[in-house]
């Protein structure tokens, strides 16, 4: 039985080899520049959730649509701190609430 166990890992080995070789792992910056390869790797990736052989292209391609919204979330924050401030307090002009008729 001992000797049996040992073959186990390298067939699974054996088997997971050809999976991870088929599939170049792209860097993020090159997802970053691939917008339609990114969003359907990602998509790929929700829908094989347990696929070890894209794993990596998986995360790299999670990466680098988060450094994506992150740098345009601090791109709308820089716009809006150039138009002013904006105040959250109600102008001393406008009456708060009316009387009733």
């Not at 792992?25 to 390869?37: G, I, L, R, T």
């Not at 790299?60 to 809006?80: G, H, M, P, Q, V």
């Amino acid at each position: 039985m001992a000797r049996h166990g040992a073959w186990i890992p390298l067939l699974t080995l054996a088997v997971w080899m050809p999976a991870m070789a088929s599939d170049p792992v792209q860097s993020v910056d090159w997802f970053k520049a691939h917008e339609v390869e990114r969003k359907s790797m990602i998509e790929s990736c929700k829908a094989h959730q347990s696929s070890f052989s894209a794993s990596l292209n998986c995360r790299n391609a999670a990466r680098a649509a988060l450094s994506i919204a992150w740098r345009e979330r601090k791109e709308r924050r820089a716009d809006k701190s150039k138009s002013g401030p904006q105040s959250p307090v109600q102008s001393l002009d406008t009456p708060r609430y009316q009387d009733p008729p």
